[in-house]
């Protein structure tokens, strides 16, 4: 679990450019990617596999709960 959350992290700048991209300032999109680290740490915890193969994280999974947690915001 924590290769995993370590190969997450690698791509933290991805994440926030992907969620400012949504419309929303640097600050925000901070928050909303640490907010996605929380929710999917509580999920491999419970047993999520978040590998799309062997070595490689789900890319899309992460999109979609970058923006799930972005359309909550803005509700």
């Given at each position: 679990m924590k290769k995993d959350i370590e190969k997450l992290y690698k791509k933290h700048?991805?994440?926030i450019k992907i969620?400012?991209?949504f419309g929303?300032?640097?600050a925000i999109a901070e928050d909303?990617?640490?907010e996605m680290y929380i929710k999917i740490i509580?999920?491999?915890e419970k047993g999520l596999d978040i590998k799309y193969?062997?070595?490689e994280i789900n890319y899309y999974y992460i999109?979609?709960?970058l923006n799930s947690l972005f359309i909550?915001?803005?509700r």
């Open positions: 700048k991805i994440w969620v400012k991209s929303c300032n640097k909303i990617v640490q509580l999920k491999m193969n062997e070595e999109f979609r709960t909550d915001l803005k």
